[in-house]
């Protein structure tokens, strides 16, 4: 298991496998390959703090995504670096709490506290209708304190869009979104 503490930003260019390893399934969720491009961007230009990583992340990230144009030249887009993998590291919406890292437990707390089982219902039918209208992608947002209500409206606006390529840019905002929000909330945390 991951520690639960980021090591020191100012020792990001040193950090151990065990280190990167930690930085990965505290900020992003466990997922070998964003774990692989996390060590190759800190390697290459190492970034000056946590911040700075997450949106080198977010720029590496959306450089994979195959545009439309892309998706007909095949070798226009690296090959293997799809993002659908790293995004579907962060557990569904509403997913069982055993399946739920702890950062990621309190991150759906808000969804999970409801007993209107109607509502359980509409989100896994959601989420299956999501999930097979762009491929298995997990349907990814900043849930910050929204409601299930909020959260159904948003993945109909989403599935409405109908735009695979728009939906890998918001999921990848999304997964950035919520491991800066991950890392304001520790520099609070050890503030206090």
Same mark, same amino acid.
């Given at each position: 298991?991951?520690?639960?503490?980021?090591?020191?930003?100012?020792?990001?260019?040193?950090? &151990? %496998?065990?280190?990167?390893?930690? /930085? =990965?399934? #505290?900020?992003? $969720? @466990? &997922? %070998?390959?964003?774990?692989?491009? /996390? =060590?190759? #961007?800190?390697? $290459? @230009?190492? %970034?000056?703090?946590?911040?700075?990583?997450?949106?080198?992340?977010?720029?590496?990230?959306?450089?994979?995504?195959?545009?439309?144009?892309?998706?007909?030249?095949?070798?226009?887009?690296?090959?293997?670096?799809?993002?659908?993998?790293?995004?579907?590291?962060?557990?569904?919406?509403?997913?069982?709490?055993?399946?739920?890292?702890?950062?990621?437990?309190?991150?759906?707390?808000?969804?999970?506290?409801?007993?209107?089982?109607?509502?359980?219902?509409?989100?896994?039918?959601?989420?299956?209708?999501?999930?097979?209208?762009?491929?298995?992608?997990?349907?990814?947002?900043?849930?910050?304190?929204?409601?299930?209500?909020?959260?159904?409206?948003?993945?109909?606006?989403?599935?409405?869009?109908?735009?695979?390529?728009l939906e890998r840019i918001?999921?990848?905002?999304?997964?950035?979104?919520?491991?800066?929000?991950?890392?304001?909330?520790?520099?609070?945390?050890?503030?206090?």
């Amino acid at each position: 298991m991951a520690d639960s503490r980021l090591p020191s930003s100012s020792d990001l260019s040193n950090a &151990s %496998p065990h280190q990167l390893h930690s /930085i =990965t399934s #505290i900020l992003f $969720e @466990d &997922s %070998p390959e964003l774990e692989s491009i /996390i =060590t190759t #961007i800190i390697h $290459e @230009d190492p %970034p000056s703090g946590y911040e700075s990583l997450i949106e080198l992340v977010r720029g590496r990230l959306k450089s994979f995504v195959p545009t439309p144009a892309s998706l007909h030249d095949p070798g226009s887009v690296e090959k293997g670096h799809r993002p659908d993998s790293i995004l579907n590291a962060h557990p569904r919406l509403g997913e069982n709490k055993v399946n739920l890292s702890a950062s990621s437990a309190a991150e759906q707390s808000n969804l999970q506290s409801s007993t209107d089982q109607q509502q359980a219902l509409e989100l896994a039918h959601l989420n299956a209708e999501y999930e097979a209208q762009f491929e298995g992608l997990h349907y990814l947002v900043f849930v910050n304190g929204r409601g299930r209500p909020e959260i159904f409206q948003d993945m109909r606006r989403r599935m409405a869009r109908a735009n695979p390529f728009l939906e890998r840019i918001e999921a990848i905002d999304a997964l950035c979104d919520i491991a800066l929000d991950r890392v304001q909330k520790m520099v609070r945390k050890d503030r206090q």
